[in-house]
Protein backbone atom coordinates (compact mmCIF):
# COMPACT_ATOMS: atom_id res chain seq x y z
CA UNK A 1 0.00 0.00 0.00
CA UNK A 2 1.25 3.15 -0.70
CA UNK A 3 1.28 6.20 2.04
CA UNK A 4 1.05 9.87 1.06
CA UNK A 5 2.35 12.73 2.96
CA UNK A 6 -0.84 14.55 5.13
CA UNK A 7 0.00 18.74 3.44
CA UNK A 8 -3.57 18.69 5.66
CA UNK A 9 -1.96 18.77 8.73
CA UNK A 10 0.75 21.53 7.67
CA UNK A 11 -0.90 23.87 5.64
CA UNK A 12 -4.68 23.18 5.85
CA UNK A 13 -5.85 26.22 4.04
CA UNK A 14 -3.04 26.19 1.33
CA UNK A 15 -4.28 22.89 0.32
CA UNK A 16 -8.24 23.60 0.68
CA UNK A 17 -7.34 26.76 -1.45
CA UNK A 18 -5.62 24.83 -3.62
CA UNK A 19 -7.98 21.94 -4.42
CA UNK A 20 -10.76 24.67 -4.60
CA UNK A 21 -9.83 26.36 -7.75
CA UNK A 22 -8.59 23.18 -9.18
CA UNK A 23 -12.09 22.02 -8.72
CA UNK A 24 -14.13 24.63 -9.55
CA UNK A 25 -11.80 25.32 -13.13
CA UNK A 26 -12.62 21.92 -13.91
CA UNK A 27 -15.39 21.31 -16.94
CA UNK A 28 -15.07 17.57 -17.07
CA UNK A 29 -17.01 15.64 -14.87
CA UNK A 30 -15.38 12.53 -14.69
CA UNK A 31 -11.97 14.76 -14.09
CA UNK A 32 -13.90 16.56 -11.05
CA UNK A 33 -14.93 13.39 -9.30
CA UNK A 34 -11.39 11.89 -9.78
CA UNK A 35 -9.62 14.99 -8.34
CA UNK A 36 -11.98 14.72 -5.63
CA UNK A 37 -10.90 11.37 -4.38
CA UNK A 38 -7.21 12.48 -4.74
CA UNK A 39 -7.63 15.57 -2.86
CA UNK A 40 -9.71 12.84 0.02
CA UNK A 41 -7.58 10.68 0.10
CA UNK A 42 -4.50 13.37 0.66
CA UNK A 43 -5.69 15.29 3.04
CA UNK A 44 -7.10 11.87 5.34
CA UNK A 45 -4.24 9.61 4.30
CA UNK A 46 -6.98 6.94 4.05
CA UNK A 47 -6.15 3.50 2.05
CA UNK A 48 -8.70 4.30 -0.66
CA UNK A 49 -11.35 6.59 -1.47
CA UNK A 50 -14.90 6.00 -3.65
CA UNK A 51 -16.66 9.28 -4.97
CA UNK A 52 -19.74 8.12 -6.59
CA UNK A 53 -22.74 9.73 -8.21
CA UNK A 54 -25.93 7.85 -8.67
CA UNK A 55 -27.57 7.44 -12.03
CA UNK A 56 -29.48 9.80 -13.69
CA UNK A 57 -31.94 10.66 -16.41
CA UNK A 58 -29.77 10.95 -19.31
CA UNK A 59 -26.62 10.04 -17.27
CA UNK A 60 -25.17 6.79 -16.36
CA UNK A 61 -23.63 5.94 -12.55
CA UNK A 62 -20.02 7.48 -12.15
CA UNK A 63 -17.23 6.29 -9.74
CA UNK A 64 -13.90 7.49 -9.12
CA UNK A 65 -11.67 6.19 -6.93
CA UNK A 66 -7.93 6.20 -5.27
CA UNK A 67 -5.67 4.13 -3.56
CA UNK A 68 -6.48 0.10 -3.34
CA UNK A 69 -8.65 -2.46 -0.82
CA UNK A 70 -6.14 -2.88 1.92
CA UNK A 71 -7.29 -6.70 2.36
CA UNK A 72 -7.57 -7.76 -1.45
CA UNK A 73 -4.82 -4.89 -2.90
CA UNK A 74 -6.96 -4.59 -5.86
CA UNK A 75 -8.74 -1.27 -6.62
CA UNK A 76 -12.28 -0.94 -5.47
CA UNK A 77 -14.83 -1.52 -8.66
CA UNK A 78 -18.02 -0.81 -8.96
CA UNK A 79 -19.17 -3.02 -7.46
CA UNK A 80 -20.00 -1.92 -4.18
CA UNK A 81 -23.26 -1.27 -3.47
CA UNK A 82 -22.88 2.80 -2.81
CA UNK A 83 -26.52 3.04 -3.31
CA UNK A 84 -27.22 1.46 0.28
CA UNK A 85 -24.14 4.11 1.76
CA UNK A 86 -25.99 7.25 0.37
CA UNK A 87 -29.23 5.88 2.49
CA UNK A 88 -26.93 5.74 5.71
CA UNK A 89 -25.00 9.26 4.95
CA UNK A 90 -28.44 10.56 4.76
CA UNK A 91 -30.33 9.43 7.53
CA UNK A 92 -27.42 10.57 9.70
CA UNK A 93 -27.59 14.02 8.46
CA UNK A 94 -24.99 14.14 5.71
CA UNK A 95 -21.73 12.47 7.42
CA UNK A 96 -20.23 9.36 8.94
CA UNK A 97 -17.42 8.11 11.08
CA UNK A 98 -16.51 4.92 12.49
CA UNK A 99 -13.95 3.25 13.70
CA UNK A 100 -15.46 -0.40 13.09
CA UNK A 101 -18.29 -0.08 10.23
CA UNK A 102 -19.07 -3.88 10.60
CA UNK A 103 -19.82 -3.34 14.08
CA UNK A 104 -21.54 0.07 14.03
CA UNK A 105 -25.48 -0.10 14.86
CA UNK A 106 -26.09 3.02 12.54
CA UNK A 107 -25.42 1.04 9.19
CA UNK A 108 -27.11 -2.25 10.44
CA UNK A 109 -28.58 -3.61 7.14
CA UNK A 110 -25.91 -3.12 4.79
CA UNK A 111 -24.87 -5.95 3.04
CA UNK A 112 -22.13 -8.10 2.94
CA UNK A 113 -19.85 -6.08 0.96
CA UNK A 114 -19.26 -3.35 3.47
CA UNK A 115 -18.91 -5.88 6.79
CA UNK A 116 -15.16 -5.93 5.81
CA UNK A 117 -14.46 -2.10 6.26
CA UNK A 118 -13.08 -0.91 9.30
CA UNK A 119 -12.27 2.92 9.74
CA UNK A 120 -14.91 4.51 7.68
CA UNK A 121 -15.95 7.99 6.76
CA UNK A 122 -18.45 8.95 4.77
CA UNK A 123 -20.09 12.74 3.24
CA UNK A 124 -22.91 13.59 0.61
CA UNK A 125 -22.09 16.18 -1.62
CA UNK A 126 -25.39 18.50 -1.44
CA UNK A 127 -25.89 21.56 -3.78
CA UNK A 128 -29.17 23.58 -2.98
CA UNK A 129 -30.30 21.14 -0.99
CA UNK A 130 -30.23 18.67 -3.55
CA UNK A 131 -27.85 15.50 -3.38
CA UNK A 132 -25.79 14.61 -5.65
CA UNK A 133 -23.29 11.94 -4.49
CA UNK A 134 -20.89 10.79 -1.52
CA UNK A 135 -17.40 10.61 -0.79
CA UNK A 136 -16.45 7.62 0.82
CA UNK A 137 -13.30 6.66 2.65
CA UNK A 138 -11.77 3.52 3.99
CA UNK A 139 -8.06 2.08 5.90
CA UNK A 140 -7.28 5.04 7.86
CA UNK A 141 -3.40 4.59 7.90
CA UNK A 142 -1.77 4.34 11.36
CA UNK A 143 -5.04 5.12 13.48
CA UNK A 144 -7.90 3.66 14.26
CA UNK A 145 -10.10 5.94 12.50
CA UNK A 146 -10.73 9.64 11.37
CA UNK A 147 -10.44 12.38 13.47
CA UNK A 148 -12.54 15.36 13.80
CA UNK A 149 -10.47 17.85 11.66
CA UNK A 150 -10.26 15.44 9.21
CA UNK A 151 -13.99 14.79 8.79
CA UNK A 152 -14.73 18.63 8.70
CA UNK A 153 -11.84 19.12 5.96
CA UNK A 154 -13.90 15.94 3.94
CA UNK A 155 -17.26 17.96 4.31
CA UNK A 156 -16.00 21.23 3.11
CA UNK A 157 -14.33 19.59 0.25
CA UNK A 158 -17.95 17.43 -0.33
CA UNK A 159 -19.50 21.18 -0.50
CA UNK A 160 -16.46 22.25 -2.85
CA UNK A 161 -16.69 19.19 -4.89
CA UNK A 162 -20.61 19.44 -4.82
CA UNK A 163 -20.19 23.36 -6.52
CA UNK A 164 -17.60 22.02 -8.90
CA UNK A 165 -20.16 18.79 -9.94
CA UNK A 166 -23.09 21.19 -10.85
CA UNK A 167 -20.75 23.40 -12.39
CA UNK A 168 -19.15 21.00 -14.74
CA UNK A 169 -23.00 19.88 -15.83
CA UNK A 170 -23.66 23.29 -16.53
CA UNK A 171 -20.97 23.59 -18.87
CA UNK A 172 -21.72 20.19 -20.50
CA UNK A 173 -25.55 21.16 -21.32
CA UNK A 174 -24.37 24.60 -22.51
CA UNK A 175 -21.81 22.61 -24.81
CA UNK A 176 -24.60 20.61 -25.76
CA UNK A 177 -26.62 23.78 -26.79
CA UNK A 178 -23.84 25.63 -28.46
CA UNK A 179 -23.17 21.92 -30.26
CA UNK A 180 -27.23 21.29 -30.69
CA UNK A 181 -26.91 24.95 -32.55
CA UNK A 182 -24.09 24.11 -34.95
CA UNK A 183 -26.05 21.29 -35.56
CA UNK A 184 -28.83 23.21 -36.39
CA UNK A 185 -27.36 25.65 -38.58
CA UNK A 186 -25.81 22.69 -40.27
CA UNK A 187 -28.91 20.81 -41.20
CA UNK A 188 -30.57 24.59 -42.13
CA UNK A 189 -27.83 25.72 -44.14
CA UNK A 190 -28.10 21.39 -46.52
CA UNK A 191 -31.96 22.30 -46.63
CA UNK A 192 -30.98 26.43 -47.95
CA UNK A 193 -28.43 24.88 -50.26
CA UNK A 194 -30.96 22.21 -51.37
CA UNK A 195 -33.84 24.45 -51.83
CA UNK A 196 -31.52 27.17 -53.67
CA UNK A 197 -30.42 24.64 -55.89
CA UNK A 198 -34.02 23.47 -56.51
CA UNK A 199 -35.81 27.07 -57.12
CA UNK A 200 -32.75 28.45 -59.29
CA UNK A 201 -32.30 25.70 -62.13
CA UNK A 202 -34.86 22.84 -63.56
CA UNK A 203 -31.43 20.96 -64.75
CA UNK A 204 -32.19 17.73 -63.01
CA UNK A 205 -28.03 16.68 -62.81
CA UNK A 206 -27.44 19.89 -60.87
CA UNK A 207 -30.14 18.98 -58.49
CA UNK A 208 -29.65 15.64 -57.96
CA UNK A 209 -25.87 16.65 -57.26
CA UNK A 210 -26.14 19.23 -54.57
CA UNK A 211 -28.60 17.06 -52.57
CA UNK A 212 -26.88 14.19 -52.39
CA UNK A 213 -23.28 16.08 -51.46
CA UNK A 214 -24.58 18.08 -49.24
CA UNK A 215 -26.72 15.13 -47.31
CA UNK A 216 -23.60 12.60 -47.67
CA UNK A 217 -21.15 15.46 -45.99
CA UNK A 218 -23.66 16.00 -43.12
CA UNK A 219 -24.33 12.42 -42.12
CA UNK A 220 -20.95 10.71 -42.70
CA UNK A 221 -22.18 8.95 -45.59
CA UNK A 222 -19.46 7.12 -47.58
CA UNK A 223 -21.90 6.32 -50.38
CA UNK A 224 -24.89 7.72 -51.72
CA UNK A 225 -27.63 7.13 -54.95
CA UNK A 226 -30.54 8.36 -56.11
CA UNK A 227 -33.49 6.49 -57.94
CA UNK A 228 -36.15 7.90 -60.60
CA UNK A 229 -39.36 6.86 -60.48
CA UNK A 230 -40.01 5.47 -63.92
CA UNK A 231 -43.88 6.55 -63.80
CA UNK A 232 -45.35 4.38 -66.77
CA UNK A 233 -43.15 1.42 -65.61
CA UNK A 234 -44.03 1.18 -62.11
CA UNK A 235 -39.95 0.85 -61.59
CA UNK A 236 -37.18 3.02 -59.70
CA UNK A 237 -34.02 3.67 -61.57
CA UNK A 238 -30.28 4.25 -60.50
CA UNK A 239 -29.98 7.84 -61.82
CA UNK A 240 -27.00 9.33 -59.66
CA UNK A 241 -24.37 7.44 -57.35
CA UNK A 242 -21.59 9.24 -55.02
CA UNK A 243 -19.09 8.59 -53.35
CA UNK A 244 -15.60 6.82 -52.91
CA UNK A 245 -16.49 3.39 -54.51
CA UNK A 246 -18.92 2.83 -56.82
CA UNK A 247 -22.40 0.93 -55.63
CA UNK A 248 -21.17 -2.41 -55.98
CA UNK A 249 -23.56 -3.97 -53.35
CA UNK A 250 -26.83 -3.42 -55.20
CA UNK A 251 -26.47 -6.38 -57.52
CA UNK A 252 -28.61 -4.20 -59.96
CA UNK A 253 -29.91 -0.48 -60.90
CA UNK A 254 -34.16 -1.48 -61.29
CA UNK A 255 -36.18 -2.37 -58.44
CA UNK A 256 -40.30 -2.60 -58.78
CA UNK A 257 -42.20 -0.34 -55.82
CA UNK A 258 -42.04 -2.34 -52.92
CA UNK A 259 -38.62 -4.61 -54.36
CA UNK A 260 -35.67 -4.80 -51.59
CA UNK A 261 -35.13 -1.73 -49.51
CA UNK A 262 -35.20 1.16 -52.04
CA UNK A 263 -38.66 -0.37 -53.66
CA UNK A 264 -40.02 -0.68 -50.09
CA UNK A 265 -39.13 2.88 -49.25
CA UNK A 266 -40.83 4.00 -52.86
CA UNK A 267 -43.53 2.08 -51.94
CA UNK A 268 -44.24 3.50 -48.29
CA UNK A 269 -43.16 6.45 -48.95
CA UNK A 270 -41.59 6.70 -45.45
CA UNK A 271 -37.82 6.61 -44.24
CA UNK A 272 -36.22 3.56 -44.17
CA UNK A 273 -33.38 2.97 -41.31
CA UNK A 274 -31.45 -0.41 -41.62
CA UNK A 275 -28.60 -1.43 -39.51
CA UNK A 276 -28.66 -4.28 -40.37
CA UNK A 277 -29.32 -5.10 -44.25
CA UNK A 278 -31.19 -8.23 -44.73
CA UNK A 279 -30.00 -10.79 -47.39
CA UNK A 280 -32.32 -10.34 -50.07
CA UNK A 281 -32.39 -10.50 -53.97
CA UNK A 282 -30.65 -7.09 -55.35
CA UNK A 283 -28.22 -6.40 -52.35
CA UNK A 284 -24.94 -8.08 -51.89
CA UNK A 285 -24.61 -8.13 -48.05
CA UNK A 286 -21.01 -9.62 -47.96
CA UNK A 287 -19.73 -6.62 -50.26
CA UNK A 288 -21.66 -4.41 -48.15
CA UNK A 289 -20.31 -5.14 -45.15
CA UNK A 290 -16.41 -5.25 -47.05
CA UNK A 291 -16.04 -1.73 -46.87
CA UNK A 292 -17.04 -1.62 -43.44
CA UNK A 293 -20.05 0.14 -44.12
CA UNK A 294 -22.88 -0.54 -41.38
CA UNK A 295 -26.06 1.80 -41.74
CA UNK A 296 -28.76 1.74 -44.92
CA UNK A 297 -30.90 5.18 -44.74
CA UNK A 298 -33.92 5.81 -47.56
CA UNK A 299 -35.44 8.87 -48.14
CA UNK A 300 -38.32 8.94 -50.35
CA UNK A 301 -38.42 11.74 -52.29
CA UNK A 302 -42.22 12.61 -52.58
CA UNK A 303 -44.27 15.74 -54.42
CA UNK A 304 -47.86 16.45 -53.70
CA UNK A 305 -47.76 12.93 -51.67
CA UNK A 306 -46.91 10.86 -55.09
CA UNK A 307 -43.07 9.55 -55.22
CA UNK A 308 -40.71 10.53 -57.45
CA UNK A 309 -37.86 8.34 -56.22
CA UNK A 310 -36.06 7.36 -53.15
CA UNK A 311 -32.03 8.78 -52.00
CA UNK A 312 -30.05 6.11 -50.28
CA UNK A 313 -27.44 6.78 -48.16
CA UNK A 314 -24.67 4.14 -46.37
CA UNK A 315 -22.75 5.09 -43.68
CA UNK A 316 -19.80 3.40 -41.59
CA UNK A 317 -21.48 5.03 -38.20
CA UNK A 318 -24.83 3.91 -36.23
CA UNK A 319 -26.71 6.65 -36.09
CA UNK A 320 -29.82 7.33 -33.73
CA UNK A 321 -31.49 9.91 -35.66
CA UNK A 322 -33.16 12.62 -33.96
CA UNK A 323 -36.52 13.95 -34.41
CA UNK A 324 -35.69 16.94 -35.83
CA UNK A 325 -33.14 15.08 -38.10
CA UNK A 326 -35.91 12.98 -39.37
CA UNK A 327 -37.87 16.49 -40.18
CA UNK A 328 -34.97 17.64 -42.05
CA UNK A 329 -35.65 14.39 -44.19
CA UNK A 330 -39.22 15.02 -44.83
CA UNK A 331 -38.17 18.66 -45.74
CA UNK A 332 -35.78 17.69 -47.83
CA UNK A 333 -37.37 14.50 -49.55
CA UNK A 334 -40.09 17.32 -50.39
CA UNK A 335 -38.30 20.30 -51.63
CA UNK A 336 -36.12 17.42 -53.73
CA UNK A 337 -38.91 15.83 -54.84
CA UNK A 338 -40.86 18.54 -55.93
CA UNK A 339 -37.81 19.80 -57.90
CA UNK A 340 -37.54 16.54 -59.70
CA UNK A 341 -41.13 16.88 -60.92
CA UNK A 342 -40.64 20.35 -62.02
CA UNK A 343 -37.47 18.86 -64.12
CA UNK A 344 -39.14 16.24 -65.48
CA UNK A 345 -41.58 18.59 -66.81
CA UNK A 346 -39.28 21.18 -67.95
CA UNK A 347 -38.05 18.51 -69.98
CA UNK A 348 -41.42 17.37 -71.37
CA UNK A 349 -41.80 21.04 -72.21
CA UNK A 350 -38.66 21.26 -74.23
CA UNK A 351 -38.97 18.14 -76.29
CA UNK A 352 -42.38 19.49 -76.88
CA UNK A 353 -40.89 22.81 -77.87
CA UNK A 354 -38.72 21.30 -80.08
CA UNK A 355 -41.54 19.06 -82.01
CA UNK A 356 -43.53 22.22 -82.58
CA UNK A 357 -40.47 23.95 -84.23
CA UNK A 358 -39.72 20.92 -86.61
CA UNK A 359 -43.61 20.42 -86.97
CA UNK A 360 -43.98 24.17 -88.30
CA UNK A 361 -40.46 24.28 -90.00
CA UNK A 362 -42.13 21.21 -92.15
CA UNK A 363 -45.55 22.79 -92.77
CA UNK A 364 -43.36 25.91 -93.79
CA UNK A 365 -41.53 23.46 -96.01
CA UNK A 366 -44.64 21.51 -97.20
CA UNK A 367 -46.58 24.54 -98.05
CA UNK A 368 -44.38 26.85 -99.09
CA UNK A 369 -41.13 25.51 -100.37
CA UNK A 370 -42.70 22.22 -102.32
CA UNK A 371 -45.53 24.17 -103.44
CA UNK A 372 -43.07 26.91 -105.34
CA UNK A 373 -41.26 24.07 -106.57
CA UNK A 374 -43.84 22.04 -107.69
CA UNK A 375 -44.88 24.74 -109.93
CA UNK A 376 -41.83 25.76 -111.21
CA UNK A 377 -41.70 21.98 -112.63
CA UNK A 378 -45.23 22.44 -114.40
CA UNK A 379 -44.44 25.52 -115.82
CA UNK A 380 -41.62 23.82 -117.78
CA UNK A 381 -43.33 20.63 -117.71
CA UNK A 382 -46.02 22.88 -119.84
CA UNK A 383 -43.24 25.33 -121.76
CA UNK A 384 -41.65 21.84 -123.15
CA UNK A 385 -45.14 20.84 -124.63
CA UNK A 386 -45.73 24.05 -125.84
CA UNK A 387 -42.22 24.37 -127.67
CA UNK A 388 -43.23 21.43 -130.08
CA UNK A 389 -40.78 20.20 -132.44
CA UNK A 390 -37.15 21.75 -130.88
CA UNK A 391 -33.44 20.89 -130.31
CA UNK A 392 -33.60 17.23 -128.51
CA UNK A 393 -30.37 18.79 -126.68
CA UNK A 394 -32.42 21.51 -125.53
CA UNK A 395 -35.47 18.87 -125.00
CA UNK A 396 -33.15 17.10 -122.90
CA UNK A 397 -31.89 19.37 -120.39
CA UNK A 398 -35.20 20.75 -120.27
CA UNK A 399 -36.49 17.27 -119.49
CA UNK A 400 -33.82 16.82 -117.15
CA UNK A 401 -34.57 19.88 -115.30
CA UNK A 402 -37.50 18.92 -114.41
CA UNK A 403 -36.58 15.56 -113.19
CA UNK A 404 -34.23 17.15 -110.83
CA UNK A 405 -36.82 19.45 -109.39
CA UNK A 406 -39.33 16.23 -108.52
CA UNK A 407 -35.30 14.95 -106.75
CA UNK A 408 -35.98 17.94 -104.84
CA UNK A 409 -39.39 17.70 -104.09
CA UNK A 410 -38.90 14.16 -102.70
CA UNK A 411 -35.81 14.76 -100.55
CA UNK A 412 -37.35 17.56 -99.21
CA UNK A 413 -40.45 15.35 -98.49
CA UNK A 414 -37.79 13.14 -96.83
CA UNK A 415 -36.48 16.15 -95.14
CA UNK A 416 -39.87 16.96 -93.52
CA UNK A 417 -40.44 12.88 -92.65
CA UNK A 418 -37.42 13.48 -90.36
CA UNK A 419 -38.19 16.70 -88.88
CA UNK A 420 -42.44 15.62 -88.35
CA UNK A 421 -41.37 12.08 -86.33
CA UNK A 422 -44.91 10.21 -86.77
CA UNK A 423 -47.27 9.73 -83.16
CA UNK A 424 -47.91 6.37 -82.40
CA UNK A 425 -51.66 6.78 -82.32
CA UNK A 426 -52.41 2.49 -83.26
CA UNK A 427 -54.16 0.00 -81.06
CA UNK A 428 -50.91 -2.15 -81.16
CA UNK A 429 -47.44 -1.49 -82.38
CA UNK A 430 -47.74 -4.19 -84.60
CA UNK A 431 -49.91 -1.99 -86.69
CA UNK A 432 -48.13 1.13 -86.04
CA UNK A 433 -44.71 -0.96 -87.41
CA UNK A 434 -46.85 -2.23 -90.58
CA UNK A 435 -47.76 1.41 -91.58
CA UNK A 436 -44.36 2.56 -90.90
CA UNK A 437 -43.27 0.56 -93.52
CA UNK A 438 -45.64 1.51 -95.63
CA UNK A 439 -44.75 4.83 -95.50
CA UNK A 440 -40.95 4.44 -95.74
CA UNK A 441 -41.56 2.55 -99.13
CA UNK A 442 -43.32 5.84 -100.59
CA UNK A 443 -40.10 7.27 -100.40
CA UNK A 444 -37.77 4.38 -100.99
CA UNK A 445 -39.18 1.89 -103.27
CA UNK A 446 -36.82 -1.29 -101.86
CA UNK A 447 -38.03 -4.99 -101.17
CA UNK A 448 -39.22 -4.96 -97.43
CA UNK A 449 -40.22 -8.18 -95.69
CA UNK A 450 -42.40 -8.31 -92.14
CA UNK A 451 -42.95 -10.42 -89.08
CA UNK A 452 -45.07 -8.42 -86.67
CA UNK A 453 -46.95 -10.06 -83.87
CA UNK A 454 -49.47 -8.34 -82.20
CA UNK A 455 -49.48 -10.50 -79.36
CA UNK A 456 -45.98 -9.49 -78.31
CA UNK A 457 -47.08 -5.92 -78.77
CA UNK A 458 -49.92 -6.21 -76.03
CA UNK A 459 -47.79 -7.08 -73.38
CA UNK A 460 -46.23 -3.72 -73.65
CA UNK A 461 -47.10 -0.87 -71.68
CA UNK A 462 -47.81 2.47 -73.88
CA UNK A 463 -44.64 4.20 -73.42
CA UNK A 464 -42.62 1.41 -74.25
CA UNK A 465 -44.78 0.39 -77.39
CA UNK A 466 -44.59 4.72 -78.68
CA UNK A 467 -40.54 4.62 -77.97
CA UNK A 468 -40.30 1.28 -79.86
CA UNK A 469 -42.32 2.96 -82.71
CA UNK A 470 -39.68 5.94 -82.50
CA UNK A 471 -36.47 3.82 -82.49
CA UNK A 472 -38.26 1.79 -85.49
CA UNK A 473 -38.55 5.03 -87.00
CA UNK A 474 -35.31 6.10 -86.85
CA UNK A 475 -33.80 3.29 -87.75
CA UNK A 476 -35.68 3.04 -91.39
CA UNK A 477 -34.72 7.15 -91.32
CA UNK A 478 -31.37 5.93 -91.47
CA UNK A 479 -31.38 3.10 -93.79
CA UNK A 480 -33.16 5.58 -96.35
CA UNK A 481 -30.26 8.12 -95.77
CA UNK A 482 -27.35 5.79 -95.46
CA UNK A 483 -27.55 2.61 -96.01
CA UNK A 484 -28.31 2.55 -100.46
CA UNK A 485 -30.51 -0.94 -99.38
CA UNK A 486 -32.26 -3.29 -101.54
CA UNK A 487 -34.17 -5.23 -99.23
CA UNK A 488 -34.98 -4.74 -95.01
CA UNK A 489 -37.03 -6.61 -92.89
CA UNK A 490 -38.55 -5.40 -89.48
CA UNK A 491 -39.35 -8.28 -87.12
CA UNK A 492 -41.79 -7.85 -83.66
CA UNK A 493 -41.60 -11.09 -81.22
CA UNK A 494 -42.29 -12.05 -77.85
CA UNK A 495 -38.94 -14.02 -76.96
CA UNK A 496 -39.22 -15.67 -73.54
CA UNK A 497 -40.32 -12.51 -70.75
CA UNK A 498 -39.63 -9.84 -73.14
CA UNK A 499 -40.19 -8.29 -76.41
CA UNK A 500 -38.08 -8.02 -79.18
CA UNK A 501 -38.08 -5.50 -81.70
CA UNK A 502 -35.59 -6.24 -84.70
CA UNK A 503 -34.49 -3.73 -88.30
CA UNK A 504 -32.27 -5.31 -90.66
CA UNK A 505 -31.38 -4.21 -94.33
CA UNK A 506 -28.53 -5.24 -96.75
CA UNK A 507 -27.35 -2.41 -97.17
CA UNK A 508 -23.25 -0.57 -97.53
CA UNK A 509 -23.25 -1.35 -93.19
CA UNK A 510 -20.91 0.72 -91.00
CA UNK A 511 -18.40 0.83 -88.05
CA UNK A 512 -20.92 1.13 -85.41
CA UNK A 513 -18.08 2.59 -82.69
CA UNK A 514 -16.90 5.01 -85.66
CA UNK A 515 -20.10 6.18 -85.67
CA UNK A 516 -20.77 6.88 -82.25
CA UNK A 517 -17.28 8.50 -82.13
CA UNK A 518 -18.23 11.12 -84.81
CA UNK A 519 -21.25 11.82 -82.87
CA UNK A 520 -23.97 10.38 -84.99
CA UNK A 521 -27.45 11.68 -82.92
CA UNK A 522 -29.50 8.56 -84.74
CA UNK A 523 -27.78 5.89 -82.71
CA UNK A 524 -27.51 8.30 -79.32
CA UNK A 525 -31.28 8.57 -79.66
CA UNK A 526 -32.39 4.97 -80.33
CA UNK A 527 -30.27 4.03 -77.00
CA UNK A 528 -31.61 6.98 -75.20
CA UNK A 529 -34.94 5.75 -75.66
CA UNK A 530 -34.04 2.01 -75.16
CA UNK A 531 -32.64 2.72 -71.98
CA UNK A 532 -35.67 4.71 -70.85
CA UNK A 533 -38.00 1.31 -70.97
CA UNK A 534 -35.46 -0.60 -69.31
CA UNK A 535 -34.21 -1.89 -72.91
CA UNK A 536 -30.93 -3.30 -74.51
CA UNK A 537 -29.98 -1.80 -77.88
CA UNK A 538 -27.63 -4.03 -80.27
CA UNK A 539 -26.12 -2.62 -83.47
CA UNK A 540 -25.34 -4.79 -85.49
CA UNK A 541 -22.98 -4.02 -88.47
CA UNK A 542 -19.68 -3.94 -90.66
CA UNK A 543 -18.96 -2.34 -94.10
CA UNK A 544 -20.84 -3.65 -96.59
CA UNK A 545 -22.56 -6.50 -94.73
CA UNK A 546 -25.82 -4.13 -94.26
CA UNK A 547 -26.84 -3.66 -90.61
CA UNK A 548 -29.15 -4.91 -87.82
CA UNK A 549 -30.73 -2.89 -84.72
CA UNK A 550 -32.18 -5.03 -82.10
CA UNK A 551 -33.97 -3.90 -78.97
CA UNK A 552 -34.95 -6.13 -76.32
CA UNK A 553 -37.27 -4.41 -73.47
CA UNK A 554 -38.86 -6.39 -70.63
CA UNK A 555 -42.67 -7.32 -70.52
CA UNK A 556 -45.62 -6.32 -68.26
CA UNK A 557 -46.43 -8.65 -65.80
CA UNK A 558 -48.55 -11.39 -65.97
CA UNK A 559 -51.78 -10.73 -67.14
CA UNK A 560 -54.84 -11.83 -67.29
CA UNK A 561 -57.20 -12.24 -70.43
CA UNK A 562 -56.62 -13.38 -74.06
CA UNK A 563 -53.26 -11.88 -75.31
CA UNK A 564 -53.50 -13.43 -78.65
CA UNK A 565 -53.99 -11.17 -81.75
CA UNK A 566 -53.20 -11.11 -84.86
CA UNK A 567 -49.71 -12.08 -86.93
CA UNK A 568 -48.55 -9.39 -90.15
CA UNK A 569 -45.82 -11.40 -91.99
CA UNK A 570 -44.71 -11.39 -95.76
CA UNK A 571 -44.08 -9.08 -98.33
CA UNK A 572 -45.02 -5.90 -98.64
CA UNK A 573 -45.37 -4.63 -102.08
CA UNK A 574 -43.64 -1.25 -103.70
CA UNK A 575 -46.51 1.37 -104.31
Known amino acids: MDTHPNPYAATPEDFMHRISLELMGETMLQAVLEKTAAA ?3 LTDASFVVVALPK ?28 EMLAVLYREGGTLASADLSADPRCAGLSAGWNRLHSFMGALMISQGQILGEICLAGKAGAPGFETAEQNGIQLLAAWAAAAIE ?14 LTRKNQELAIFNDVSLAASTTLELEGILATTLDRMMLHFHALNGQIFLLEEDAGDVRMAMQRGEFSAFYWEKDVFSLGEGLVGRAAESKEFHIVSDPPQEPGFDDEAFRANGLRMLLGIPLLSKGRVMGVMMLASTELVEFTARQKALFEAVGLSVGTAVENGLLHRKAQRLAVFEERERIGMDLHDGIIQSIYAVGL ?8 MGEVDPNTRSKL ?71 LIAQEALSNVARHANATRLKVTLAQVGDRVVLEVADNGRGFDPAQRRSDGSHGLANMEERAHAIRGELTVTSEPGKGARVRVSIPRLRPQTGNLAGREYRGAIKRP
Request: proline letters at 5%; hydrophobic letters at 40%; aromatic letters at 6%.
Open 40 to 42: ARQ
Open 399 to 469: QRAIDGLNAVIRDIREYIADLRPKRFIFDNLAVGLQMLVREFLMTKPIDAEIDLSEEAGRWLAPVAANDLF
Open 379 to 386: MLEEGLLE
Open 167 to 180: NSRRYAKLLEGEND
Open 56 to 83: EKGEPERIASSGEDPDSGERISSSVPWL
